[in-house]
């Protein structure tokens, strides 16, 4: 059996870099939580914010962990499966990655620190500033790396020699042409990631009527954030697109589906691409609307994925599929945000029980939404692995398919493993519920006596 | 002599001494608290588990850490050293990626779970095999790599040779005693004097590795041989294996003694002598046996954005490390678990 080694390869980083999404987002967008439940309680020195505090950093550090240890894979994986691709944008993406090591990693992991193992030995100052800078640190991570990933869909401030990149404009080549509309969107979806998780949260122990102080507050903060910024999302993913339609029109044509680039393209709801016909089958379609989307004109005219040879253009049901189930869930969001803060306004927030039930079971919304936005991104810019520089078939290592292969499947095996402990772990730090005794002491340099978590 | 010419000689033993700091680092921080994990079976209940756990618990992120700045180093500055390395060790590098991966998530895992035994059992053997993965990319560096047109020419497998083994033992050897050692400052009364007695056994052994892998290399690389063993090379680097065998006399009598810190500095000073002595073997290689650092280099002049930021960043990176690890000083006490 012949296996394609850069098939594999893809489906490797792929997989890795799919699970690894999955943390950093949902850390970033506690970690602004938690710097904000520190800062108040650090200024009102009410016990609730603290109590949720330190419920919330316990979560965070089993999701930062695991955030951690799948960053690390990822950034091996960039010379141990795609050596190539690295030989010949090295000079250029390396140094956003070191920088993003300098001055994210190690500011994030040490403060982390503080935050879980301070305790008593340090001053409540340095326990709200080590929360502020956990969450700066975070945030700069997703400045550095996105940056990084946007150099790659729309290259710029770079000259080639010998097919090899070099910067030439450093502050070109940070804030490329699709950095900021994609730093904001993904930053944006991190806060909306963690927004429904605590509203979860806040319901599930509502319903339980466990917590009933904290939860409230969780929900209120958790609605009132959500409400702005789920609609922001879909402006600032609108920007985005308006972005990518200049830089990598075939993308928003396999988003779009949209074959012909001489007519107007209507938005559809549903269909299945077909690139032996080059048209779309089973279609459930509006007319006109995504021209209207797309140029802002109901006869607007963009390229279709005809204009383009068949060699050029990305795996259609990914970024297709991808972006309607992205755009689905958005607008459940700002559905859901909505209708939570009307029931805020009218009173009956935390006693519509159908609403609490509602959000409770969909605190995995964000994930998926992220994941599939990712889809839409990283697939639509194929065969390209750097857009116009570099094709992803061209990028690979000279490693052995078979390799490649095993490690597929370790990789596999091992984060299914470890993140269900996860999922199952965090699960368990919510059932537990907040900790209602005086603050539980973290540092490990305490007598005997120190309070343990009892099941 | 034209100024620019010699920065650009320059340039390329600048980032390698900064990539060789960001891996000495890592291997002496990352080394102790990998340690800890492959003394975990040895230790006398899960009580004492929870203190040794303890002991790391706000540094193994950040200790963790130096290995992505020296992967990352090596990219920034040696992109073509970097895009051979790494599919050449592709096979260790991508296991102890994963062994890493269970020993880091047990941190916060075992201090939730019920089942202690089965995370024990993870933490030992993530923190081993990661250790014993990265013997094996060492010894395999310094036997050399294959390259043909600037890319890796080996196959899969090249880097399992028995030097490789023995380096990966001696690494795991050596980490073990980082941990007991550590174990010996940050601990105190039966749990110390446990750890002292480890360590002992475990100096032995790892003078043994140093030893071995001293002999071995020159008798099979030659340019090794014309290295350490021409003269006037031989007056000037015996230093080296004499002032190794100091420290070692002297650790063994530290150890005895039940001193608190000097054990495992004496154990960072052994580390760095090895270190010294790699490079020295090494020098001007960054992939043996063929490419040079100066080969290897990005060009010069496109690495100082990355240089100065280094410069200007490290001290801080270094400065709150240092605070966390004076934060955090002192002993552990009975009865301290992680979180």
């Not at chain 2, 756990?53 to 500055?77: C, H, K, M, R």
């Not at chain 2, 895992?109 to 094996?136: D, E, H, M, Y």
């Amino acid at each position: 059996m012949h296996l394609d080694p850069v098939l594999l390869a893809r489906l490797q980083f792929a997989f890795t870099v799919s699970f690894h999404i999955i943390f950093p987002t949902f850390t970033i967008g506690i970690a602004i939580y938690l710097a904000t439940l520190e800062v108040l309680w650090g200024w009102t020195g009410v016990e609730r914010y603290k109590r949720l505090a330190a419920f919330w950093t316990k979560i965070f550090a089993v999701s930062f962990a695991m955030g951690v240890v799948s960053g690390l894979v990822l950034s091996y994986q960039f010379g141990t499966n795609w050596s190539r691709f690295s030989a010949t944008v090295g000079n250029v993406v390396g140094p956003l990655i070191g920088y993003e090591v300098l001055t994210a990693f190690f500011l994030e992991a040490s403060f982390l620190s503080v935050l879980l193992f301070g305790g008593e030995r340090v001053p409540r100052w340095l326990h709200v500033f080590s929360g502020v800078m956990v969450a700066f640190g975070t945030t700069l991570s997703a400045f550095w790396i996105l940056s990084a990933n946007s150099w790659m869909q729309t290259p710029a401030g770079y000259t080639m020699e010998d097919g090899v990149a070099y910067p030439a404009d450093w502050w070109a080549i940070i804030f490329n042409p699709s950095f900021p509309y994609r730093l904001a969107h993904m930053l944006n979806a991190s806060l909306l990631t963690g927004g429904f998780v605590g509203i979860a949260v806040g319901a599930r122990y509502l319903l339980a009527n466990r917590h009933t102080e904290e939860a409230r507050t969780m929900l209120r903060m958790a609605v009132g954030l959500t409400a702005i910024l789920a609609p922001l999302q879909l402006v600032i993913g609108d920007l985005h697109a308006e972005n990518t339609l200049k830089y990598q029109p075939t993308k928003i044509a396999a988003m779009e589906a949209h074959w012909d680039g001489s007519k107007p393209a209507p938005f559809e709801l549903f269909a299945w691409p077909d690139e032996n016909t080059q048209s779309n089958l089973y279609s459930i379609s509006i007319p006109h609307i995504a021209s209207l989307l797309v140029t802002r004109q109901w006869d607007g005219l963009f390229p279709g994925l005809q204009d383009v040879p068949p060699l050029d253009r990305p795996p259609l049901p990914n970024v297709f599929f991808g972006f309607r189930i992205m755009v689905a869930i958005g607008l459940y969001m700002i559905a859901a945000a909505w209708f939570g803060a009307w029931l805020w306004w009218r009173g009956r927030l935390f006693e519509t029980r159908w609403y609490l039930n509602l959000v409770a079971q969909t605190w995995w919304v964000g994930f998926v939404a992220v994941i599939a936005g990712w889809v839409v991104t990283e697939s639509g810019r194929q065969p390209w692995i750097v857009e116009g520089i570099l094709r992803t078939a061209d990028a690979v290592s000279p490693v052995p398919a078979a390799s490649i292969a095993t490690t597929l499947i370790l990789f596999i095996l091992v984060y299914g493993v470890v993140f269900s402990f996860g999922i199952y772990f965090i699960n368990r730090l919510i059932a537990r519920g907040i900790q209602e005794m005086q603050l539980p002491e973290r540092t490990p340099h305490l007598a005997a006596g120190h309070p343990t978590f009892e099941t | 002599m034209n100024p620019d010419m010699d920065i650009t000689a320059l340039l390329p033993l600048i980032w390698a001494t900064l990539i060789g700091v960001a891996v000495a680092f890592y291997v002496i921080l990352d080394g102790f608290d990998l340690g800890i994990g492959m003394l975990f079976p040895f230790a006398k209940d899960d009580a004492e588990r929870d203190r040794m756990l303890a002991s790391v618990a706000p540094y193994w992120d950040g200790n963790e850490t130096w290995l992505v700045l020296g992967g990352g180093g090596l990219l920034v500055a040696f992109p073509r050293a970097y895009s051979i390395i790494m599919p050449a060790f592709y096979l260790p590098l991508m296991i102890m990626l994963l062994a890493l991966v269970f020993r880091g998530v047990t941190f916060e895992f075992r201090s939730i779970a019920q089942r202690k035994p089965l995370w024990n059992a993870v933490f030992a053997g993530g923190s081993t095999l990661a250790a014993l993965c990265q013997g094996f990319v060492l010894g395999g560096l310094v036997q050399g790599v294959k390259i043909e047109n600037g890319a890796y020419a080996g196959g899969p497998f090249d880097w399992a040779t028995p030097f490789a083994l023995l380096c990966g033992l001696g690494v795991v050897a050596g980490y073990t005693l980082l941990g007991a050692t550590w174990l010996m400052l940050k601990t105190d009364g039966d749990m110390a004097a446990r750890a002292a007695a480890k360590a002992k056994v475990l100096l032995v052994a790892v003078l043994v590795f140093m030893a071995a892998v001293s002999i071995y290399t020159p008798l099979t690389i030659p340019r090794i041989a014309q290295r350490w063993l021409t003269m006037p090379n031989l007056i000037y680097l015996a230093p080296v294996p004499i002032v190794t065998a100091l420290v070692a006399f002297a650790q063994w009598r530290w150890i005895e003694a039940r001193r608190e810190a000097a054990p495992f500095l004496a154990t960072v000073a052994l580390f760095l002598l090895g270190y010294l002595g790699l490079v020295i073997s090494t020098f001007p290689f960054i992939v043996p046996p063929t490419l040079t650092i100066h080969d290897a280099a990005a060009a010069p002049s496109r690495q100082m954005f990355m240089l100065i930021g280094t410069l200007v960043l490290l001290p801080i990176v270094l400065g709150y490390t240092a605070l966390t690890y004076w934060l955090f000083r002192g002993k552990v006490r009975e009865g301290a678990a992680y979180h």
